[in-house]
């Protein structure tokens, strides 16, 4: 078994946006772990991550699924139906980004919206964020051997 030591974590709530993504940092993360839900912030996140070699792992959407068993963990280039992935994969292209982006993303597709539906269905979203986990930690754990 490999040790792997968490050095710190930074929990930023600050708003991200191409215009402040490198402010008040002295040091760049050794990996960034992706949750946000705006779309340009989230490029702009992803695409600076991949210009500047940082491992990231991103959540893709999964509000309005049902299925925890239709998660995937893939790179962005492999993405499908998951309506979230499809645009950030739109834009990073525009910026020159295809591929090299680690993603938990649902191959489900989203149930119709309803008035008295829930948003998000806590089985889902508990099982992206432990497949997100799992794989950066594996990860960080063959590059140690």
Known sequence: MTEISIGSVK??????????????????P??????????????????????????????MGAARKWNPLDLRVTDIAKTAICPLARHLRQGLRKLGVTKGIRCVWSQ?????????????FMPVTATAGLLLAADLIQT??????
């Open 11 to 28: 929990n930023d709530e600050s708003v991200v946006g191409e215009e402040n993504i490198n402010q008040g940092e002295t040091d760049e």
């Open 108 to 120: 489900e597709p989203p149930t119709p919206h309803t008035p008295n539906m829930l948003a998000s």
């Open 30 to 59: 050794e990996i960034v772990v992706d949750a946000i839900d705006d779309i340009p912030a989230k490029i702009a996140l992803l695409h600076y991550c991949y210009e500047h070699h940082i491992p990231v792992w991103s959540s």
């Open 140 to 145: 960080i754990a063959k590059q140690n051997t």
